[in-house]
């Protein structure tokens, strides 16, 4: 390293320290994950090991499994010196938490500062709760639509790249841009790309009626038994949709989303569901969304068709399906995403987390093995113009005139209705019209406020009782409880065995929670179901305490 980066990071190491010193001097603790929401947490920390001490006269109680020698004066020195006195702490999936992890040891070697990963599920559920309870990691690895949710609570801190900028893709940079402030380093972009089976198809379709046309006769020479499926109702058809004329919000002057503009309701969102729901009837298409079932079916030759993401691509590699990889018909445009790091405002480490992000991360190498890892189009440029990946060029074409995933806080209220319009519109069981226009209905309701005075109970639970689409999710009206004469909020609810955990959650949101003793941000309520049958949940708002009743 030189001079100048050494220099950089002895400032930062400082400025950390003399932080750290200001809030009490004390050693950080090395935590294990956070305890909220437990029951979707898989923990694998990676922890640079501490060396032992130097062992005192008298011998160990518990020896260790081969008899140590005594030590030498040189090891102790060394083992002292590796001893970090600092931690950084992230958060990641089970794709990216094994890759961070391998660089403990170098990051510790090169700065002298430890380093933890651990494997978190929902990333962004559990850091709302446990990041203002100062319960949180320094550094999260997400996508940049959670930035409206959590830059408006406060919880990211605004990341200078410096001269590490301009080695970054411009789109992926402007996916982490809210409010005109960058809030996170991006390292993968992504967007779905349209596949077909090039034994069946010589020459993909340009546009979705000339689809029908080659599916159809494939059809009627029984060659397939559906001309084209679906893996989803909102993301996963979003290209489908916007062919039609669709969107999800409208922009303002400048270019900004605009949420009172809710587009689900559209000409063009109606007309995409009349077009699935003919294609559905004719039976050209099936009524099974299921993303594996759909996936099998194009790897097995029974549809030509399909719209898939990179994260698909090992998959179908290894089904062995001649398949071709091309933009979407009638120019349909995907969502794009961007995969990042984003740091924790509340953390106490923001100096040396940025540091690390900036020195140690945003690298050649680093990208490269981050980019290998996932069959994703890096971020940054240099490991992009070296890719000879013919499968991520065409997914670059596919996502040429996509559409950036809007990050802003109302997103959150749309993903539920807007599903649920389409599985309506799919089983047969409403009109296009008035499935959308109903849930549209529904998604200003929220985005106005209706959630305002709404206690509910988000936990584990929700998806097995059937109220909800979702776990912890505390804007599902479904599982929202009842106030009585008495002042008491009451909710009973059907729940098969098992184990569950929950929280209260005030207005739809997690701004305001309560958990075991009707502490603010406390622990999960865990409780237990020995058989199927019925929850009862009562909650004092006086005293914030929740009572659970099982039978």
Not at 146 to 171: H, N, R
């Amino acid at each position: 390293m030189n001079n100048k980066k050494w220099y950089i990071l002895a400032v930062l190491f400082l400025m950390g320290a003399l932080f750290l010193s200001a809030c009490g001097g004390a050693e950080p603790e090395v935590e294990e994950a956070v305890d909220e929401p437990a029951t979707t947490t898989e923990t694998e920390a990676e922890v640079v090991e501490e060396p032992m001490e130097e062992p005192t006269e008298e011998p160990m109680e518990e020896p260790t499994e081969e008899p140590m020698e005594e030590p030498t004066e040189e090891p102790t020195e060394e083992a002292a010196a590796e001893t970090p006195e600092v931690f950084i702490t992230i958060w990641a999936d089970d794709t990216r938490a094994p890759i961070l992890a391998a660089l403990a040891d170098d990051f510790q070697a090169t700065y002298g500062v430890g380093l933890v990963v651990e494997q978190v599920a929902d990333i962004r559920d559990q850091f709302v709760i446990a990041a203002p309870a100062g319960e949180g990691p320094d550094i999260i690895v997400g996508a940049h639509d959670w930035l409206g949710q959590l830059v408006a609570s406060g919880l990211l801190a605004p990341i200078d790249l410096g001269d590490k900028a301009d080695a970054f893709t411009d789109v992926s940079l402007t996916g982490f841009t809210y409010d005109g402030q960058l809030y996170g380093m991006p390292y993968a972009t992504e967007n779905l790309a349209f596949f077909y089976n090039t034994d069946l198809v010589e020459t993909p379709p340009t546009t979705w009626e000339e689809m029908v046309e080659m599916g159809t006769a494939l059809q009627d020479s029984g060659d397939v038994t559906f001309g084209f499926g679906l893996t989803g109702t909102t993301y996963d058809a979003f290209p489908l949709q916007t062919a039609f004329g669709g969107y999800v919000f409208g922009r303002d002057a400048e270019g900004n989303y605009d949420p009172t503009d809710v587009g689900i309701d559209s000409e063009g969102m109606i007309a995409s569901g009349q077009w699935i729901a003919d294609q559905i009837e004719a039976g050209f298409m099936s009524d099974n969304t299921d993303w594996d079932t759909t996936h099998a079916l194009f790897e097995t030759g029974e549809i030509p068709f399909l719209m898939a993401g990179p994260w698909a691509l090992d998959r179908i590699r290894e089904s062995g399906v001649p398949y071709g990889i091309t933009t979407f018909p009638d120019e349909g445009q995907p969502f794009a995403g961007v995969q990042g790091f984003m740091v924790n405002a509340l953390s106490e480490n923001v100096l040396l987390a940025q540091a690390f992000l900036t020195e140690f991360v945003a690298t050649d190498e680093v990208m490269t093995n981050l980019y290998l890892s996932n069959n994703r189009p890096s971020a940054f440029q240099s490991v992009l113009d070296a890719t000879d990946d013919a499968d991520l060029a065409a997914f670059g074409e596919a996502g040429a005139n996509a559409i950036l995933m809007p990050a802003i806080p109302e997103m959150g209220s749309v993903w539920a209705s807007w599903g649920d319009a389409f599985t309506l519109i799919i089983q047969g069981e409403q009109a296009p019209e008035d499935a959308l226009a109903n849930a549209a209905s529904q998604i200003r309701d929220l985005i106005g406020g209706a959630a305002a005075g709404m206690v509910n109970v988000p936990g584990s639970w929700q998806a097995a009782s059937g109220v909800c689409e979702g776990d912890w999710d505390p804007a599902c009206a479904g599982s929202a409880l009842t106030q009585g004469d008495d002042g008491l909020y009451t909710g009973s609810f059907s729940l098969p065995a098992g184990d569950y955990e929950v929280k209260v959650a005030h207005d739809g949101a997690w701004t305001e929670n309560y958990g075991v003793d009707g502490a603010a941000d406390g622990d999960n309520y865990q409780f237990t179901m020995a058989a199927d049958g019925t929850v009862t949940f009562t909650y004092d708002p006086e005293t914030h305490l929740l009572e659970i009743v099982t039978e």
